[in-house]
């Protein structure tokens, strides 16, 4: 599976963007699809994930509602829409494809699959 992130920008404080991960192949209906981002000399944190068939969403604390996760396995795409934009939420953002158990979400280490990233750049 090859992920393709697209959708950054730059944006102002209290925006909106979607995030896209695009996937090849023909497996990507079987993966969690996960979001993390990446501040410069910060940790990759774990923003959202949805699992293969949409069923379930998660969300790491700090997006309080905030932001949404979605796929359409048809496309072979997931979705992240980011609303209500901060300066802090400014980072590359990148998405992966694993099977990770709900304990392991934020784990890095438990994806096989990541997209090269899009910077998102929120002005204040």
């Known amino acids: 599976v090859q992920l393709q992130a697209s959708g950054g920008g730059l944006v102002q404080a209290g925006g909106s963007l979607r995030l896209s991960c695009a996937a090849s192949g023909d497996t990507f209906s079987t993966y969690t699809i996960s979001w993390f981002r990446q501040a410069p000399g910060k940790e990759r944190d774990f923003v959202a994930a949805?699992?293969?068939?949409?069923?379930?969403?998660y969300y790491g604390d700090f997006v309080k509602g905030r932001f949404s996760m979605s796929r359409d396995n048809l496309k072979n795409t997931a979705y992240l829409q980011m609303n209500s934009l901060k300066p802090d939420d400014t980072a590359v953002y990148y998405c992966?494809?694993?099977?990770?158990?709900?304990?392991?979400?934020?784990?890095?280490?438990?994806?096989?699959?990541w997209g090269q990233g899009t910077q998102v750049t929120v002005s204040s």
């Open positions: 992966a494809a694993g099977r990770p158990v709900l304990s392991g979400l934020a784990q890095t280490s438990l994806y096989y699959y």
């Open positions: 949805i699992r293969h068939n949409g069923g379930r969403t």
